[in-house]
């Protein structure tokens, strides 16, 4: 099933539950706006070539439409739509005054200079920047993307409107990033975690874990379970899967990758097949790379006793359903890997405000966001006798239609 036909099925159940008005369900399920634009540009060797980009914005009810902005060669309007569609949900369970929006270029960026990313980032910001703003929709990084093609948009923006540093969030810190912003997806998870582990009795210190993705989002929880005594026995990034039943050094490993860029060859522990990792015996599987990896050909074999799903829609709804009834536990994307948008929040505050927050006040808000909002998904679970997943949705929902009913919508 596609990442657009999954989530609005997710959206669908939650409506059921919460017995939204047929009319209102329709249309909260339809973007605002959808973009999709051409941007040709010379490259380092004077040949011309055009990627293709887009920006979904989904829904504006709760405030300025937010979301991150992708680089990858899968990127497609129907995933951008469906990622779009996720943000409305995840900013409104983590009570931040945000709508959703998503954007990707069908571009392989490992495959590009620099430069060559610059003039695509530039070119691309030309074509939007018009639809986007402080207050009408604020891009992030995503997959790709990092601060500095926040940097490029944010300069590229402000030729046409002037010194905007809240027109993007995960900047560089000196053009107005926030303290915290570049660990705080990561951080999130880790927050997530340790909210659902002490409902069980548990702490990250008793148990094993097997991150997929070695990226931002990988990598930051990776450290920041390790500092805290938790086993990382498994992980992967694009080129293949590092294992060790004693625990991976998760410094060495980020030492290693930094410095070969892969974790192919590191020394301290055993080489195993990327798609092992999602199976590979732990007490809890953090996928935090692409969409769509755990599916009905693999939810059997996971061995895992919770799945904290640190990349966006990486379950597939037969998956959700076979590993729900074998007892997994998973907390949801829009949930659990809301810490990024959080701290986009707070970095969009302080440019407003022109006050920077030290990096503890960062964190520690976090840790007040990530908590207020599982326990307001424990709510809705106990009120609706549903999932993790369905408490999060029909929190994300609810909020999004009453605030779209406030305004006067009619049918
Ligand atoms: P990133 O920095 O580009 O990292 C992605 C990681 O996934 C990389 O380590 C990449 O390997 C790895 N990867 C790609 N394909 C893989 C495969 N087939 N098997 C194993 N690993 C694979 O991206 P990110 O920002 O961490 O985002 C990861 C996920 O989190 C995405 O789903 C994104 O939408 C979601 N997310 C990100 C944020 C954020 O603030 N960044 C916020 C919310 C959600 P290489 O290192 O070898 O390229």
Redo the contacts with the bound molecule.
Sequence with gaps: MNALAATNRNFRHAARILGLDSKLEKSLLIPFREIKVECTIPKDDGTLVTYVGFRVQHDNARGPMKG?I?YHPEVDPDEVNALAQLMTWKTAVADIPYGGAKGGIGCNPKDLSMSELERLTRVFTQKIHDLIGIHRDVP?????TNAQTMAWILDEYSKFHGHSPAVVT?KPIDLGGSLGREA??GRGVVYATEALLAEHGKSVSDLTFAI???????SWAAKLIHERGGKVVAV????GAVKNRNGIDIEALIKHKSESG?LRNFQGGDTID?DELLVHDCDVLIP????GVLNRENATDVKAKYIIE???HPTDPEADEILFKKGVVILPDIYA?AG??TVSYFEWVQNIQGFMWDEEKVNKELQRYMRRAFNDIKMMCKIHDCSLRMGAFTLGVNKVARATLLRGWEA
Excluded: E, H, W
Excluded at 212 to 218: I, R, Y
Excluded at 288 to 291: D, E, H, R, T, V
């Design positions: 991150g992708r992030a990084p995503d997959m790709g995960g705080a997806t997929q993705g070695f990226g931002n989002v990988g992967s990034d694009i080129t892969s990327s935090c790379a692409l969409g640190g990349a966006n890997n990024g948008v």
